[in-house]
């Protein structure tokens, strides 16, 4: 599929090395579990067929079986724009979760615009854009949990799928929360964390992707779009960040720290959280 839309039975024959019929049998039951999905011939003028989207989580969860990542999947925790996340089972039976990234819900354009992995990329595919971003987002997890930041703890990755300690919580929107001033507290010493220590600007960070565990602990969630501090919008990112934080918690609790005041704070040029 890397030079077709959808790949022609002459050239699955050749790549495969199987028979024609076993081919012929193999293609029927894959279209049967949408597996695969055929072409129009009156279309393309050619028999063809294509990966769903089904096919490709078969293969990224194939593969993290055999490695242990993946025992059993469970229940949706989260349906985003651009990501399904399930509770799991490891090999171990330990519980995780698995996130499924689907960037071909939004609009190529919008995310090229958003996404600079694939912004300088001609006709990628929505499964090439959704592998880069699980693996954008794996490797920043990794960084930022090394470096202590309030992240879910990276496990595996495959293909679009990432594997990661369970992310369970209340999103900050909807949390009902007694002491205000001590999560924003947190809530800024992480992203100064994820500044200074791990060079990174999650870029996207709002009331949806910060959660309020059970314990009143916070956990930062969804880093694909994390640029680094040397990135040459990361200051714009960064400000825009923080103003949807302070903005939130303005309308749960009627707090207003001085933007420019957290920016100090959280860029190292202050040592001090500011009054909240």
Known sequence: MKNHQYVPVEEILRSSRLRSDEVTYRIKKLCKGCILSRSSTDFLGYEGYALTIFGYDA???????????????????????????YEALDSKRRRCAVKFHRLGRTSFRQTSRTRGYVADRYRVSWFYQSKLSAEKEYVS??????????VPKPIAQNRHIVVMSLVAGTEL?????RETKPILKEILRNVRRAYLK???????????NILIKEDGKILIIDWPQSVGVNHPNSSDYLRKDLSNVIDCFRRKAGLRPDLERVLAYVKGDSGRLPIL
């Open 198 to 208: 791990a060079v990174l600007v999650h870029s996207d960070l709002s009331e949806y």
């Open 173 to 177: 929107k909807y949390a009902e929360i």
């Open 141 to 150: 997890l990794k960084r930022l949990f090394s470096e202590g930041v309030s």
């Open 59 to 85: 293969l990224a969860l194939r593969a993290l079986v055999r490695s242990g990542a993946v025992e059993a999947i469970g229940k949706s925790l989260g349906v985003g724009k651009e990501s399904d996340i």
